[in-house]
């Protein structure tokens, strides 16, 4: 039936495993995978956490440049509200 004999199947799934089995060893996949799982918790925690940190800004009155709300700095208008 269909040339397919048990013994060929057989032979086709220990091919396929000694090969998946090989190229884990290999590639070092499986001791990455068992390592991601031990320290599971802690790499979610890490990957939600962003990237960078948002900043509010704020528009200056005069010139409508936008700068650090936290820390706004001048701008070169003499009448800039925030030149100190
Ligand atoms: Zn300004």
């Known amino acids: 039936m ?3 004999s048990f013994g060929k199947l ?4 220990i091919v396929v495993g000694v090969v998946w089995f090989g190229f884990r060893y ?4 499986g001791q ?3 390592q991601g799982q031990a320290a599971g918790g802690v790499n979610r925690a890490a990957r ?9 800004m704020t528009a200056c009155a005069r010139c409508g440049t936008y700068v650090s709300a936290a820390k706004p700095s001048a701008c070169s208008r003499a009448d800039c509200p925030y030149r100190r």
């Open 48 to 56: 939600r956490a962003p990237a960078i940190e948002a900043e509010d």
């Open 2 to 4: 269909l040339g397919l």
């Open 32 to 34: 990455a995978v068992r």
């Open 26 to 29: 290999l590639t070092g996949l």
């Open 10 to 13: 057989l032979l086709l799934a």
